[in-house]
């Protein structure tokens, strides 16, 4: 390993300082970044450690009825607080979906919205990758990527964006609050992720020393309480990211949809808000045709960027399983296989 | 407060009579829990330096440059290890004596010829400096295009698969009793390539002393490494310590001393030092052995009852390219299904990847998908329940041989797990069962079998005179618990409870216990455990029946029981002595006995022997998604006499569970333009994509694992 610098500030405004220098980074739970450290795909010249700064890893309940979490609360914490999960049980179900016990104990929610695609090429230092090195060109087109993209891509980067927590949170407009060095600044989480277009290495709206601090859920967020789903297709039930997953909030009124929350996951380099699809559900029947017209609106712009046509397809099914979840209501208890499709049916054995 | 940890620190076994057949927890789980127990990588012997491998990123050329100036300069590297400077051999890694025999990367020359090949060894003072330096080389390659895939280079007949067995072999007329056939099914299979992987990865810690070493590393068989690397230095096996307590996983892949664990022992001979050296996780899918990628053809032919007329199984398989090892999977069909006409064939591939080897277990894990899976094929080609079939088709002989069976109770392992599992309740039709929640639910079974090998072994004895015995024997634990069966056949074959025994193992200079592999090591071993622990116990015997001293004084051999500790006179119990009044009076401190055990021709010439076992799943299928999970896993097993029940039930869970890990996970997933593994971090797990799921389930009510998409099946059927 190289060797870098370590600094451990004591305030926000000293990290923002000491990450402002070019090749730096910060590190906070670590459970991405050591990985691509020991990897040789990332070698910072500087780390700032911020998981010590103080009261950035509070949840606090807002006078208008919205969220802020702090971005040092842990992925484990957050998803087992009470109050937290039953005002947002998509989130919640989200978050115990990915990764395992032991990385949710130490992630963060600031590190879950920058960590990195987990496309094979961009870890396989051997080979050429936009993200890693602008302009080398993709070694994932025309490679193994059945699990790449097939929405937003673009021919310098096929890759998706891995994190569950943020399909949820991009459904209920979730806003980032990030604090740099002319300020503090909100950006909502659906323009907080970039496409790739031809600068895949720009991943997010962050400058140099900019610092995620909180990302903070409206109070509309917490409406969709009693019908909030967040669902997953993926190779195996527990310690794998989705191939395609969806998340799906309902208000529904005599049969007929009042509002309507739909973002994707894994199908994009970006949590992918599915706003036409929306629009579609918005005052048509709750029922599974209408369901499955919104699968079709919300993915009638996908397209494969490989051996990944299936994707569309299973993207399609798990939007409408996610809806049908959702309009059955939310579980009293969070599935015991957390956003599995085999707890998404009505009466669908939570034992399994 | 200390910890005084050892081996032999066991809550007290009080048992009366036989230690074998007890269910004892491992007599190393304490340390094992405790972190106590220490693996090679453990070892940190004074004046240890660090060695890392750097690897190839290309699969085929060579190296045209490494910048060993810059990994030399960085602080704290200590030498560089190439083809240049890399220190002399007594033999020619690629040279091929015997087929055991292995070639090995080692450094000797720039060619490149698999991926994640070893192309410079960097030694440092610290794991992160040697790391850094092996980064540092920054390696130039001259590319040759990568041959990857089983159409990716042509065929050839292998002169042998598995171990020595003729690629092609056959009884009777295939092609008459295919054409007699009323039934007919052709069907095709892929299994992807797929790696070991222990939990453990290889690791050596070597030292030098002038012409004697020293190593800590894991290996399925001692005697075996050290005779290797005796070879490979020009020095005697006798010099070469060589200790492996445990082992975290070997499966196969630590049975041959690998190259990387022989670049460690070079790595310390060239800097005069001990050398630790440990593989990264991704550097071990490459040149410690792998599963070769499978393409099977079964063809069956029934007759109007739903008897066989004929088998033939063809297999392609692939090699590497400097290398042979072929995965004899066809040769699963030589002992399970009576039938009059039996063929089996292989061909192979030479492709860029490092040398397949013995993986858990090589034949019989490819081998039996396909066929049991064609076996459901053909039973529904006939309209038979596929036990129903199994059972029509039971082998009463070695299908192939001929042979009886030394014993053979698969049909009470059928009965038994069928009624476990309920399976008299099973529609024959397919996909007629679904949950409550509209999951589709199938079920299936499948037949297990595998040889009952046996190998050679030596084991010594000793009884003390303080009533202690000393059971010591080479033999390796990757896990499974030898540790704890061996001790109690050794505390058996003294005459001792368990823990008035001392087991010695895991090293080189006991008594060469041949090979944890093949699942023939318990009996091998343990049955040198039992003959040394006779041998001696005859020696005491000797000692107390010629002493008129003895209360035993006249009875023979023949007329002495031992147990408990004491020598008792068959045909009287009431006369009895302790080993250690019967050793002090003799004035000696101990008695010592050895014992070796080998298969017996004779035995092997007479009969087939085989472990059975029958195992019933069921799995749950998404009708949307096909992703799958299994609900439910019966098995029955007749394994032969088990000595510890309880760690033979973990052995089951663990073939169960590899079995369902080979159907539904495993995938090395390999570029196929660079010939570069990808995921190599993570396992790949399958699932039924929506299209192939439709088309497959359609007629099948057990979603099959070929029934994925890269194990895509063409089974044709036909009626004649």
Known sequence: MRDFDYIRPASIPDAIAAAAEPGATYLAGGTNLLDLMKGGVTSPDRIVDISRLPDLNRIEWLVDGGLRIGALVRNADLAHDTSFAKAYPAVAEALLSGASAQLRNAATVGGNLLQRTRCSYFYDTAGPCNKREPGSGCTALGGENRLHAVLGWSNACIATHPSDFCVPLVALDAVVEIEGRNGRRHVTLEEFHRLPGETPQRENALEPGDLVVAVRLPQEAASFSANARYLKVRERTSYAFAVVSAAAGLAVEGGKIRTARLALGGVAAKPWRARSAEAVLLGADADEATFARAADTALADAKPSGDNAFKIELARRIVVRTLMAALAGTPERLPALPASPFSSIPGARHDA | MTLELSLNQQPAH??????????????????????????????????????????SSIARGRVASLDIEAAKAYEGVVEVMTPQNRPALAVDPDAKHHPFMFRLDLLQNDKVRYANQ??????????EAATEGAALLSPRYEVQ??????????????????????????????????????????????????????????????????????????????????????????????????????????????????????????????????????????????????????????????????????????????????????????????????????????????????????????????????????????????????????????????????KPFSSKALRECYAQAAKSFGWADRPVEPRLMRDAEGFLTGWGMGTATFPALMFQAEARAVLRSDGSGLMETGAQDMGQGAWTAFAQIAADGLGLDIDRVEFRAGSSDLPNAGIAGGSGHTATAGMAIHNAGAAVIARLADLATGDERSPLYGAG???????????????????????????????????????????DPASQEAYAMHAHGAVFAEVKVDPDFGQIRVTRLVGAFAAGRVINPRLVRSQYYGGMIWGVSFALHEEAITDRRSGRRHQINRLRVKQLEPDAHDQHSSRHQRPEPCARRRAARHAARRAA
């Open chain 2, 557 to 599: 051999n023949a007329g002495v029981l031992a147990r408990g500790g004491r020598l008792y006179r068959r045909d009287d119990e009431n006369r009895s002595e302790s080993y250690a009044d019967i050793l002090t009076r003799a004035g000696l401190k101990e008695v010592e006995g050895s014992g070796k055990s080998a298969s």
């Open chain 2, 14 to 55: 009080s048992r009366q009579g036989s230690s074998i057949g007890q269910p004892l927890t491992r007599r190393d789980g304490f340390l094992k829990v405790t972190g106590a127990a220490r693996y090679a990588a453990d070892n940190h012997p004074a004046g240890m330096l660090y060695a890392v491998l750097a690897v």
């Open chain 2, 145 to 402: 295009p990568a041959r990857v895939g089983l159409d990716g280079a042509k065929s050839f007949v292998p002169a042998a698969v598995g171990v020595g067995n003729p690629a092609v072999q056959h009884k009777g007329d295939v092609a008459a009793g295919l054409d007699a056939a009323a039934t007919r099914i052709e069907a095709s299979y892929e299994t992807p390539a797929q790696y070991h992987n222990a939990m453990e990865p290889h690791a050596i810690v070597a030292a030098w002393d002038g012409d004697r070493l020293s190593i800590d590393t894991p290996s399925q068989g001692l005697a075996m490494a050290q005779g290797r690397i005796a070879g490979l230095f020009g020095i005697a096996p006798d010099n070469i310590h060589i200790r492996s307590p445990f082992l975290g996983g070997g499966f196969g892949s630590k049975g041959m001393i690998s190259g990387p664990q022989v670049l460690g022992v070079l790595a310390a001979r060239l800097v005069g030092r001990p050398v630790k050296l440990v593989l990264r996780r991704e550097q071990m899918y490459g040149p410690v052995g792998h599963r070769a990628p499978t393409r099977q053809t079964l063809r069956m032919g029934m007759d109007g009852e739903g008897k066989l007329t004929a088998i033939d199984h063809h297999a392609r398989t692939a090699s590497s390219t400097f290398d042979d090892f072929f995965e004899p999977a066809a040769d699963a069909s030589h002992s399970l299904y009576a039938s009059p006409a039996i063929a089996t064939s292989h061909e192979a591939v030479r492709l860029d990847t490092g040398t397949p080897l013995f993986m858990r277990a090589p034949g019989e894990a490819t081998g039996s998908i396909a066929l049991e899976s064609a076996i459901d094929e053909a039973a529904e080609a006939c309209g038979m329940d596929p036990l129903e079939f199994r059972l029509k088709n039971y082998a009463e002989v070695e299908p192939m041989t001929g």
């Open chain 2, 118 to 127: 070893t192309i410079a060894v960097v030694i440092a003072q610290t794991l």
